[in-house]
């Protein structure tokens, strides 16, 4: 029986609106049928290996996101290195990543150039120059910008 959580995980993969959403389901239903993603309190982890959870209270892994009020899946900045290869890639220049990183959005002056050209309202992998991750946005055809969703700048905000 699938848990009310990874449901709530399912949902939000389900709204970063990518063509490979099938895929990312795909492997996380593996990880929670193979017991290396798990939830632990309210933290979703994706565990090195089913050994790395040896006594339960020790264990080994990737903070995936948090489970927050009425079971809403909220993510880890970590988890764009999960599912990015998922993902089409955005290329940024060098001042729209810095600016990206501290929360901002991404104007499409900045974007160097598509992994692939994404849909309007797409979910991007936002890489710098050298196809580095620092974070998800989502592509706006009209506004002509990348709305960012979640970036590697948060570790530093929220004091995760």
Do not use: Q
Request: net charge positive.
């Amino acid at each position: 029986m699938t848990p009310s959580w990874f449901k709530s995980l399912k949902r939000w993969v389900e709204n970063l609106n990518s063509e490979y959403e099938d895929e990312i389901m795909k492997f996380m239903k593996w990880c929670l049928d193979s017991e290396i993603l798990i939830k632990k309190e309210n933290l979703i982890l994706l565990l090195t290996s089913r050994s790395s959870f040896l006594n339960r209270s020790v264990f080994s892994g990737i903070p995936l996101g948090e489970i927050g009020s009425r079971e809403r899946f909220i993510p880890h900045p970590e988890i764009s290195s999960v599912i990015g290869p998922f993902l089409k890639k955005a290329y940024s220049s060098e001042k729209g990543a810095v600016l990206f990183t501290y929360g901002r959005d991404l104007f499409i002056e900045s974007v160097l150039g598509y992994s692939e050209m994404p849909r309007d309202e797409e979910c991007l992998l936002i890489c710098d120059a050298y196809g580095r991750d620092f974070g998800i946005g989502r592509y706006k055809r009209g506004e002509r910008i990348i709305v960012n969703l979640l970036d590697r700048g948060l570790y530093l905000r929220k004091g995760y």
